[in-house]
């Protein structure tokens, strides 16, 4: 009983990367415009979560570096990562988000120039390792409903759910055109699931599903039947 413990307890500190968590981590995971984080974030409201978009980190650790450097050819492991050190992950009611010298940056991480950017520095190492610890700081104290590639895989292994979100690329392209409220002709169509593909492929390395993660295929489901689903399992781990 008590050697059971122990393990139970060095598993988590080995798992947590050091920091001991005694609060519930649900990850979400799955490749771009699955609707992980409109999902995520519906998802914490409903159970008083909080909402962590780790994508928003790489998207912000990006912006930082543009600030400094427009040229991404000269970019560093080290300039970015120095470039994204004054970035915090502050708490609002539902949601982190994250900051930079003392100001939402929200509007500037989803633009184009760090949507083409970021897939480069999210392959940085030492970047990841930064985000990771960012994300796991935020679990560490509260509740939370993280989303990205990797929170089921690397970042938390131990996580109380784990969820691979998964649609099919013309869909997600159509998802993405209705959120910029683009009209869908087929020639859009097409050229947003070229981008969707391209993108796919330059983050399949850290897309993968845990082997424990639930897989759900949100094709033909609305947004509320995927949040329902997620609500649900995670009502039915917790009794
Ligand atoms: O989900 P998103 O489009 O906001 O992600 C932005 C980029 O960050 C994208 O290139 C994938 C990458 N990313 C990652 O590699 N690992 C994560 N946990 C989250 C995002």
Same mark, same amino acid.
């Given at each position: 009983?008590?050697?059971?413990?122990?393990?139970? %307890?060095?598993?988590?500190?080995?798992?947590?990367? !050091?920091?001991? #968590?005694?609060?519930?981590?649900?990850?979400?995971?799955?490749?771009?415009?699955? !609707?992980? *984080?409109? +999902?995520?974030?519906?998802?914490?409201?409903?159970?008083?979560? $909080?909402?962590?978009? *780790?994508? *928003?980190?790489?998207?912000?650790?990006?912006?930082? %570096?543009?600030?400094?450097?427009?040229?991404?050819?000269?970019?560093?492991?080290?300039?970015?990562?120095?470039?994204?050190?004054?970035?915090?992950?502050?708490?609002?009611?539902?949601?982190?988000?994250?900051?930079?010298?003392?100001?939402?940056?929200?509007?500037?991480? &989803?633009?184009?120039?760090?949507?083409?950017?970021?897939?480069?520095?999210?392959?940085?190492?030492?970047?990841?390792?930064?985000?990771?610890?960012?994300?796991?700081?935020?679990?560490?104290?509260?509740?939370?409903?993280?989303?990205?590639?990797?929170?089921?895989?690397?970042?938390?292994?131990?996580?109380?759910?784990?969820?691979? $979100?998964?649609?099919?690329?013309?869909? #997600?392209?159509?998802?993405?055109? &209705?959120? &910029?409220? +683009?009209?869908?002709?087929?020639?859009?169509?097409?050229?947003?699931?070229?981008?969707?593909?391209?993108?796919?492929?330059?983050?399949?390395?850290?897309?993968?599903?845990?082997?424990?993660?639930?897989?759900?295929?949100?094709?033909?489901?609305?947004?509320?039947?995927?949040?329902?689903?997620?609500?649900?399992?995670?009502?039915?781990? *917790? #009794?």
């Amino acid at each position: 009983m008590r050697r059971s413990l122990v393990s139970a %307890i060095l598993g988590r500190l080995a798992a947590g990367g !050091g920091v001991t #968590r005694r609060s519930s981590v649900i990850a979400i995971d799955g490749p771009a415009a699955s !609707g992980k *984080s409109s +999902t995520a974030q519906m998802v914490a409201e409903k159970l008083g979560f $909080l909402h962590v978009d *780790s994508g *928003s980190l790489y998207r912000a650790a990006t912006a930082a %570096i543009l600030r400094l450097e427009k040229d991404p050819s000269r970019w560093s492991e080290q300039s970015v990562l120095d470039a994204a050190r004054p970035l915090e992950l502050r708490a609002a009611r539902t949601s982190f988000y994250p900051i930079l010298e003392g100001r939402a940056i929200e509007e500037e991480i &989803r633009g184009q120039e760090v949507t083409r950017n970021v897939s480069r520095v999210a392959q940085m190492p030492r970047v990841r390792e930064w985000v990771n610890a960012k994300v796991r700081e935020a679990a560490a104290a509260k509740n939370v409903v993280v989303d990205g590639r990797d929170m089921g895989t690397v970042v938390f292994p131990d996580a109380d759910l784990k969820i691979f $979100l998964v649609a099919d690329s013309r869909e #997600r392209a159509l998802r993405r055109l &209705r959120q &910029r409220g +683009t009209p869908a002709s087929e020639q859009l169509l097409d050229d947003e699931t070229i981008r969707i593909k391209e993108r796919d492929e330059r983050d399949a390395k850290q897309t993968v599903p845990a082997p424990d993660a639930v897989t759900i295929d949100t094709t033909g489901l609305t947004q509320s039947e995927q949040v329902e689903q997620i609500v649900g399992l995670s009502m039915q781990r *917790s #009794r």
